[in-house]
């Protein structure tokens, strides 16, 4: 399979964040190609399915997902930029903190590579200030 069209990348992007949503880590990892780079900036770069797996346990794990919008999306040959606003519930730790159960917001940007109807390369910055303000708060 060629270049993803504009719909194409939103329904497997559709897809991926629905599972997220849901806390769902195989019906995320298949979203992926076997050769997944995943890169969560700060924390680094992961490759490949059995070394992002763990990274999805955790965060499913520590932080439940409530709901998200997407203020701007870009798409570009192969790619999709989407800028996103995201509310979750930390109930184990974000960034060394415990949450407690805490809910909080904050916006998120992703910059994701896709071809064959697969993700093969994500890259998510997040507002760390933000996140630190309202875990510490």
């Known amino acids: 399979m060629s270049e993803m069209t504009a719909k194409e990348m939103d329904e497997l992007l559709d897809h991926h ?3 997220e949503m849901r806390g769902d880590v ?6 992926f190609s076997p050769d ?6 700060g924390p680094g770069i992961l490759k490949g399915i059995d ?5 999805y346990e955790g965060l499913f794990r520590d932080v439940e997902s409530l709901s998200y919008k997407t203020l701007h999306r870009v798409h570009g040959p192969g790619f999709v ?9 930390v109930l184990g ?10 809910i909080i ?9 896709m071809h064959g109807g697969k993700i093969t390369r994500e890259t998510a910055w997040l507002d760390a200030a933000a996140v630190l303000r ?3 708060g």
């Open 26 to 31: 195989e019906a995320t990892l298949a979203t």
């Open 134 to 136: 309202q875990l510490r």
């Open 81 to 89: 930029v989407d800028d996103m606003l995201l509310r979750v519930k």
């Open 36 to 41: 997944i780079e995943h890169e969560m900036v």
């Open 17 to 19: 964040l629905a599972a």
């Open 105 to 113: 917001e904050f916006r998120m940007l992703h910059r994701f590579k």
């Open 93 to 102: 730790t974000m960034m060394g903190i415990p949450g407690n159960g805490r």
């Open 51 to 55: 070394a992002v797996r763990p990274r």
